[in-house]
Structures are given as structure tokens and as C-alpha cells.
């Protein structure tokens, strides 16, 4: 049933298709934009005339000096963003730190003993073929 309907429709499937090529793309924005405002827009007076003039222009850059804090300034901010950020933090219960903790354990310690036993190994390997 849905071959049917792909069949009766090969137009449609054509023109929704993603365009190819990024200026096939472009077009296909442009398209579907609607006309930006500063081409409808006309001024009125020669007032309005300048204001339009000057909204093109980006806008004056702010002092980019910040004013010097001293060290002791730098230490309290740090101290008050450490302390907001450990509010952040989603704590673990009892609970879940014992049994987070008993894995890291058990894990360790099943490490140590495989690189113990590896270590053993080829160091008897070593002593028997040169010793």
C-alpha cells in the first residue's frame, strides 16, 4: 500500500528532497526566509533618516579594562565559587558510598594479585630461560 502511494507521488518526493549542493541550500533558505526588515523599512524625515543610519553600525565596545582586584578579593571569589559549586554537588548516600567503596576495594585488590602473579610468572620465565 505504501508503494502505491510512492508511486502515484514522484513528484512530490523530487521537490522535498534535501538539495545537493550547498548553494542549493543557500537558495532554498533564502526562500524560505521572509524579507528582512531593513528593506521594507523606510524613513520618514531626515531624523528618522539619521537614526536608521546609526542603528547599522555596531555598538561602541564597552571599556575592556576591568578594574585590578586584589589578592586577597581573588581569594574570597574563589573560596565562594568553590563552596556555590559544591552546593551543585549531588552527594551519595551511606549507603552507596560503603558499596562504591567495597568495589574500588575489591577491584584493587584484584589488580594487585594479577599484576603480583603476572610479575611472578615472568620472572621465573626469565630465570629459567637465562639463569
Known amino acids: 500500500m505504501s508503494d502505491d502511494r510512492e508511486q502515484d507521488q514522484p513528484e512530490e518526493r523530487e521537490s522535498a528532497a534535501r538539495p545537493v549542493t550547498a548553494a542549493a541550500r543557500r537558495e532554498r533558505r533564502a526562500s524560505a526566509r521572509p524579507a528582512s526588515r531593513k528593506d521594507s523599512v523606510k524613513p520618514k524625515s531626515d531624523e528618522d533618516s539619521d537614526e536608521a543610519s546609526k542603528k547599522g553600525r555596531p555598538t561602541r565596545a564597552r ?3 576591568e578594574k585590578r582586584t586584589s589578592l586577597i578579593g581573588k581569594g574570597f571569589r574563589y573560596i565562594r565559587e ?7 554537588v549531588i552527594w551519595p548516600t551511606r549507603k552507596q558510598l560503603v558499596t562504591y567503596t567495597s568495589v574500588v576495594l575489591v577491584f584493587v585488590a584484584f589488580m594487585v594479585a ?11 620465565g626469565v630465570f629459567e630461560l637465562f639463569g
Not at 82 to 88: D, G, I, N, P, T
Request: proline share 0%; no cysteine.
Open 114 to 124: 594479577l599484576v603480583w602473579g603476572l610479575d611472578l610468572g615472568f620472572g621465573w
Open 82 to 88: 568553590v563552596v556555590s559549586e559544591l552546593r551543585k
Open 63 to 65: 571599556d575592556t579594562q
